[in-house]
């Protein structure tokens, strides 16, 4: 049994297709990491921030120094000297990820908002659908609205294919 703390975000969060992640400004300006850092250590601060919001799951970085600094484009030399301010907040969770407790706070809010629209979508198709799952696979979700015949929905009276190349 490790020590460690367990993972603050579930391991199937997964934020890859937002390409927006928040950044609160004044708690940002007001950090120690804007007073402390270099140019070059906040650079790849921030550029870890945006890379753990886009790694699954989200919020959450390797713990090896090679990628982590192919991550922020600087040889293994270069990421040894930003290292310990680039990664000022990040701790090791018992998943051997690296975690920053104010990323996965905004991980966190953003993975509850998307579920929040999930629950959404599916309470909306349950409506339209009358309480049946519909998928591309399924037959009877193709064919039901149009009197069973899957080819009706491309059908249509001739008048209305008329100037669609169909003929008179």
Known sequence: MSDLPSPPVPKNCDLSGFSFMPLDCVRLVQSDLCALSSGDEFKAAVVLWCRAWASVPSGSLTDDDRI????????????????TMAMRGWYKA???????????????????????????ARKGNEVRWGQ?????????????????????IDKGSPDDRKGQGQGP
Do not use: F
């Open 132 to 152: 049946q799952k519909a998928s591309h696979g399924d037959p009877l979700a193709i064919t039901e609205g149009c009197n069973g015949d899957p080819l009706a």
């Open 68 to 83: 982590l600094a192919r991550l922020v484009g600087m040889n293994l030399a270069r990421w040894t000297k930003v290292k």
């Open 94 to 120: 018992s998943d051997g990820k690296l975690y920053h407790p104010v990323i996965t706070e905004k991980v966190l809010e953003a993975w509850a908002h998307r579920e929040k629209q999930r629950a959404r």
